[in-house]
C-alpha cells in the first residue's frame, strides 16, 4: 500500500500538526557543546547571533547562499554531522511538506528507469518518500555526510525499505563509467551552479535517461518582471533560465514552476528543470 505524505511524515517520526511542528526545538537533543559550534558557525556566514534552519543557511558542496565565508571542508562536515538528527525537524512543515512530496513524487513517476540516482540526498526525507511509494525501482542516494546518510538508514529501517542505498560522496567528483537512466535531486537551492550538475549529469545519465532539478525555494521576485509571488500565475510555465543559471549550451531550458503555501500562508516557489539525454 502506497503512502501519503503525512502519514509518510509520521511514519518517519515528524510532526503533523502545524502548529507542534513550528515549536521544535532543535538545540534540545544536541550537545551544548554543538550547539556553540552551529551558532557560531552560523554567526561566521550570516553574521546572525541565531541559528536559521536549513531552508535559509543551505550549504549544498561547494558553497553558501549569501554567504561571505565559506566553511572549511572539516566544517562543513562537522556542521552537517551534528544537525543530521535534527535537520528533518528544523525544515519540517508539514502543510508544505503534504503539497511538496506530492508534487515531487508525481514529477519522479512521469520518467522512465529502474535505477534512480538521488544526487545530494541529505536525511533521504525525499529518497524514502519516492522508494517507498516506488517498490518497482532502486534507489542510489548520494551525500557529502555520513551522518545525513545514516537519517535515510534510519527511515529506511522503518519503514522497511528494501530498496534504498547509500553511497557518501560529491556528485561532481563521481565516475563516469557508471550511469543511471534516472538521476534526480530535491533542494539544491541554487548553492551549486545548476549548470555544473547538468554537465556532470549529462554525462552519467543513460542515453534516453532524464535528469531532474527539483528546488523548494523562493527566488528574489524583484527581479522577475517586478512581479510578487501573488501577482504572478501558478502553474505557468516560464523561462527562468537567467535567475536559475539553468543554460544549457546554445540552448535555454523552460522551468516549471508553481507557488505553494506553507504554515501561517508562507508561500514557496517550487521549480521543476528537466533535461533528457537522446
Same mark, same amino acid.
Given at each position: 500500500?502506497?503512502?501519503?505524505?503525512?502519514?509518510?511524515?509520521?511514519?518517519?517520526?515528524?510532526?503533523?500538526?502545524?502548529?507542534? !511542528?513550528?515549536?521544535?526545538?532543535?538545540?534540545?537533543?544536541?550537545?551544548?557543546?554543538?550547539?556553540?559550534?552551529?551558532?557560531?558557525?552560523?554567526?561566521?556566514?550570516?553574521?546572525?547571533?541565531?541559528?536559521?534552519?536549513?531552508?535559509?543557511?543551505?550549504?549544498?558542496?561547494?558553497?553558501?547562499?549569501?554567504?561571505?565565508?565559506?566553511?572549511?571542508?572539516?566544517?562543513?562536515?562537522? #556542521?552537517?554531522?551534528?544537525?543530521?538528527?535534527?535537520?528533518?525537524?528544523?525544515?519540517?512543515?508539514?502543510?508544505? /511538506?503534504?503539497?511538496? /512530496?506530492?508534487?515531487?513524487?508525481?514529477?519522479?513517476?512521469?520518467?522512465?528507469?529502474?535505477r534512480v540516482l538521488d544526487i545530494c540526498a541529505g536525511t533521504?526525507?525525499?529518497?524514502?518518500?519516492? !522508494?517507498?511509494?516506488?517498490?518497482?525501482?532502486?534507489?542510489?542516494?548520494?551525500?557529502?555526510?555520513?551522518?545525513?546518510?545514516?537519517?535515510?538508514?534510519l527511515k529506511s529501517e522503518r519503514l522497511g525499505l528494501q530498496?534504498?542505498?547509500?553511497?557518501r560522496q560529491d556528485f561532481l567528483r563521481m565516475s563516469e563509467?557508471?550511469?543511471?537512466?534516472?538521476?534526480?535531486?530535491?533542494?539544491?537551492?541554487?548553492?551549486?551552479?545548476?549548470?555544473?550538475?547538468?554537465?556532470? !549529469?549529462?554525462?552519467?545519465?543513460?542515453?534516453?535517461?532524464?535528469?531532474?532539478?527539483?528546488?523548494?525555494?523562493?527566488?528574489?521576485?524583484?527581479?522577475?518582471?517586478?512581479?510578487?509571488?501573488?501577482?504572478?500565475?501558478?502553474?505557468?510555465?516560464?523561462?527562468? !533560465?537567467?535567475?536559475?543559471?539553468?543554460?544549457?549550451?546554445?540552448?535555454?531550458?523552460?522551468?516549471?514552476?508553481?507557488?505553494?503555501?506553507? #504554515?501561517?500562508?508562507?508561500?514557496?516557489?517550487?521549480?521543476?528543470?528537466?533535461?533528457?539525454?537522446?
Amino acid at each position: 500500500m502506497l503512502l501519503k505524505p503525512l502519514e509518510y511524515l509520521a511514519r518517519i517520526g515528524l510532526e503533523t500538526d502545524p502548529e507542534r !511542528a513550528v515549536k521544535y526545538d532543535w538545540e534540545r537533543p544536541l550537545k551544548p557543546k554543538d550547539v556553540r559550534f552551529v551558532q557560531g558557525l552560523n554567526r561566521k556566514i550570516q553574521g546572525s547571533p541565531q541559528f536559521a534552519p536549513a531552508r535559509t543557511t543551505a550549504f549544498v558542496g561547494t558553497g553558501w547562499i549569501n554567504s561571505q565565508y565559506v566553511p572549511t571542508r572539516r566544517e562543513n562536515s562537522r #556542521y552537517y554531522n551534528i544537525i543530521a538528527p535534527v535537520s528533518d525537524g528544523i525544515c519540517n512543515d508539514p502543510v508544505y /511538506l503534504n503539497q511538496a /512530496l506530492q508534487i515531487y513524487l508525481d514529477e519522479v513517476a512521469k520518467h522512465k528507469g529502474t535505477r534512480v540516482l538521488d544526487i545530494c540526498a541529505g536525511t533521504g526525507i525525499y529518497t524514502a518518500f519516492f !522508494a517507498a511509494n516506488s517498490p518497482d525501482r532502486q534507489f542510489v542516494a548520494m551525500d557529502v555526510s555520513t551522518g545525513m546518510l545514516g537519517q535515510l538508514k534510519l527511515k529506511s529501517e522503518r519503514l522497511g525499505l528494501q530498496n534504498v542505498s547509500t553511497r557518501r560522496q560529491d556528485f561532481l567528483r563521481m565516475s563516469e563509467k557508471r550511469q543511471f537512466p534516472l538521476i534526480i535531486s530535491v533542494g539544491l537551492y541554487g548553492a551549486v551552479s545548476h549548470y555544473d550538475v547538468l554537465k556532470k !549529469a549529462s554525462r552519467v545519465v543513460s542515453p534516453g535517461g532524464s535528469v531532474v532539478l527539483m528546488d523548494e525555494m523562493g527566488i528574489d521576485w524583484s527581479k522577475y518582471r517586478g512581479g510578487k509571488p501573488e501577482e504572478l500565475p501558478v502553474g505557468d510555465t516560464q523561462d527562468c !533560465a537567467e535567475l536559475y543559471d539553468f543554460k544549457l549550451p546554445n540552448k535555454r531550458q523552460p522551468v516549471d514552476w508553481r507557488i505553494i503555501r506553507g #504554515y501561517g500562508g508562507e508561500r514557496t516557489c517550487v521549480t521543476i528543470k528537466t533535461f533528457q539525454k537522446p
